[in-house]
Nanobody, 127 residues
Framework: QVTLRESGGRSVQAGDSLRLSCAASGRTFSMFAMGWFRQAPGKEREFVAAISRGGGRTEYSDSVKGRFTISRDNNQNMLYLQMNSLRPEDTALYYC????????????????????WGQGTQVIVSS
């Protein structure tokens, strides 16, 4: 069992930057690959970014590649999402998720493969 809590979401202007955080508690954080997903009103939840257990491998959706950076601090049990050059279409509820995997497992983009989810943090980007 692992509990995830996101923070850092707020209202910003287009072009601004924002950093989301996800604090993990419970089982060993380093046993989990981690991901960020988002859901905009009226849309399905979509993959944003993911990172391997040790942080050496990352994946991004095409819509955020080059603008967002996922990172983690296994000593602090923290996951981050640095979001730059924000656009109105980035407006969504952002979730962090944990996927218990072996160390060599690929980084997953499929939300159904993640075992634990936070409650989300709202990001609103105004034009």
């Amino acid at each position: 069992q692992v509990t995830l809590r996101e923070s850092g979401g707020r209202s910003v202007q287009a072009g601004d930057s924002l950093r989301l955080s996800c604090a993990a508690s419970g089982r060993t954080f380093s046993m989990f690959a981690m991901g960020w997903f988002r859901q905009a009103p009226g849309k399905e939840r979509e993959f944003v970014a993911a990172i391997s257990r040790g942080g050496g491998r990352t994946e991004y959706s095409d819509s955020v590649k080059g603008r967002f950076t996922i990172s983690r601090d296994n000593n602090q049990n923290m996951l981050y999402l640095q979001m730059n050059s924000l656009r109105p279409e980035d407006t969504a509820l952002y979730y962090c998720a944990a996927d218990r995997v072996i160390s060599s497992a690929p980084v997953e983009k499929n939300a159904n493969l993640y075992d634990y989810w936070g409650q989300g943090t709202q990001v609103i980007v105004s034009s």
